[in-house]
Every structure is written in C-alpha cells, then in structure tokens.
C-alpha cells in the first residue's frame, strides 16, 4: 500500500485528536462540534495518501484545510480549537513534533510564522482548555485511546477512509480536487 507508514501514522493522530478533544472541551455544545470535527479531521490527507507522494498529498492537505494556519482561508473560532487541539495531541503520535501546543505557538511566534494577534487568539483558547502553559500534560486517556502503530492493519484504515468517502457528504476532498485543478500545470 502507497504511504502506509504515513496512513498509520495519521490514523494514530486522529485517535489522539479525538481522546484530546475529550479531555480538554467541557462546554458540551464546542465538544459536540469538536467531536464532529474528529470524524474527518486529516481524512483527506489520508485519501490522497493512496494515490501521491507524502509531500503533495501534506501540502494539498495544508493548503486547503481551515485547521491548518499556513494557509490563507478565513478562521473560525471552531478551526483555532481545532488547531489548538491537533497542536496539543502531537506529541502522543508525532516523535518528530514532540512540544505542546503552548510551546508550539510561542515557537511559531518567535519563528515570526504567526502575528501577535493570532498568537493571543490561540493562547486565549488555550487558556480556556486550561492549556497554557509549557510542558505537554500528562493526559493518560489520550495515549490509552491509541493503538501501537503495529497495531494497526490494512483493514483498519481501509475502513477508516470509505466510511469518510461514503459516510460524510461534506467532506474536505472537494476543495483538494478543486486545489489540483487549479494548478493543473504546476508542481504541487
């Protein structure tokens, strides 16, 4: 299979994103919504992993995903939660992304990647999940809530990408699709 290593280590992050989703949200109404931003979170990527390399199937994803900050597209409050929270996660699944989303931040800020108008944002979310602060907490219900990479079979994310591709009519691959079109004769 194309990328399984990546398609594994996608899949692992999003048991994560939705165990830290769990942990973190109290407010019922942002849990539910957070909840559904779960069922897709980085499901197109996973798609495109079966058919491009790891880098164009990541910057697709980047390019064209509200969570991601890299791009242009206009932020809700729900797509910095969601940020925050894939920040925070990272490093339960992500060996080569091993700081919080506080530090992460505070690392993009003094990377001059992020403004100070973004950096409060953020930090004014992570303030109210009770996250702002250095160092990676210790949430146990996350890491139980992930499989071992080994752990993971064909079946398990071959599962995961048709309930995305058949199950959720909104799903992000539209605007990838859209993305590639446009740039048709580019190097993506």
């Not at 509200?66 to 490093?91: F, G, M, Q, W």
């Amino acid at each position: 299979m194309k990328n399984r290593d990546w398609l594994v280590y996608t899949y692992r992050h999003r048991r994560a994103f939705e165990a830290m989703a769990r942990c973190l949200i109290s407010d019922p109404e942002l849990l539910r919504r957070m909840l559904e931003r779960a069922r897709v979170h980085d499901m197109d990527k996973m798609l495109l992993y079966l058919f491009l390399d790891q880098h164009s199937a990541q910057h697709l994803h980047v390019m064209t995903a509200r969570h991601h900050l890299e791009n242009d597209l206009p932020k809700s409050h729900e797509d910095l939660v969601e940020t925050v929270i894939d920040y925070e996660c990272a490093p339960y699944t992500k060996p080569d992304k091993p700081m919080n989303a506080y530090d992460f931040v505070l690392k993009l800020q003094e990377m001059k990647l992020l403004d100070a108008h973004m950096v409060g944002e953020l930090i004014r979310i992570m303030h109210d999940l009770d996250i702002d602060h250095s160092g990676t907490a210790a949430f146990p219900q996350v890491a139980q809530g992930i499989p071992e990479a080994a752990q993971v079979t064909d079946e398990m994310l071959f599962s995961e990408i048709l309930r995305y591709v058949t199950a959720v009519p909104e799903h992000e691959l539209d605007a990838v699709l859209e993305l590639i079109r446009n740039n048709a004769g580019e190097q993506i």
